[in-house]
């Protein structure tokens, strides 16, 4: 019987994680769950927070901002179990303060994208509202 089972986690950007680890703890739409290896096959929802797992011994966290969890039994005693976490945004961390630094990192970038974005988007508008004034000017409706 194996001793670990695969956690894999996606985003639509990369694969976040893709480790073999011992055990689980992840919190689901109606509470806190405990994976370990030969649990029984279940798809569910995952809440934005953190799911903890342990991995030689060391725990470990990884930030959700919500998604999914399948937990998938394999046939056969070589292959260990899966666990897939889809998700739309993960960042996994040693402890608790690098995984904090690590979200402002990445929220502060958020916030830059959105800025460019907001940019991009009024100079569209305004040369759109500008090629309107102009059309309109040039071939009046009747």
Do not use: C
């Given at each position: 019987?194996?001793?670990?089972?695969?956690?894999?986690?996606?985003?639509?950007?990369?694969?976040?994680?893709?480790?073999?680890?011992?055990?689980?703890?992840?919190?689901?739409?109606?509470?806190?769950?405990?994976?370990?290896?030969?649990?029984?096959?279940?798809?569910?929802?995952?809440?934005?927070?953190?799911?903890?797992?342990?991995?030689?011994?060391?725990?470990?966290?990884?930030?959700?901002?919500?998604?999914?969890?399948?937990?998938?039994?394999?046939?056969?005693?070589?292959?260990?179990?899966?666990?897939?976490?889809?998700?739309?945004?993960?960042?996994?961390?040693?402890?608790?303060?690098?995984?904090?630094?690590?979200?402002?990192?990445?929220?502060?970038?958020?916030?830059?994208?959105?800025?460019?974005?907001?940019?991009?988007?009024?100079?569209a508008r305004m040369a759109l509202e500008r090629a309107l004034r102009e059309t309109t000017r040039l071939a009046p409706l009747e």
């Open positions: 019987m194996t001793k670990t089972m695969q956690l894999e986690i996606v985003t639509p950007d990369e694969i976040v994680l893709n480790t073999d680890v011992e055990a689980i703890r992840v919190q689901l739409s109606d509470g806190w769950w405990g994976i370990l290896p030969r649990h029984a096959p279940f798809l569910a929802h995952i809440v934005a927070g953190i799911m903890l797992y342990r991995r030689q011994g060391d725990t470990r966290y990884v930030a959700l901002y919500q998604g999914t969890i399948e937990v998938q039994r394999r046939s056969g005693a070589l292959q260990p179990d899966r666990v897939l976490v889809l998700t739309a945004a993960a960042e996994e961390g040693k402890d608790l303060a690098v995984l904090e630094h690590a979200l402002e990192q990445q929220r502060a970038r958020l916030n830059q994208i959105a800025q460019e974005a907001h940019i991009e988007f009024t100079r």
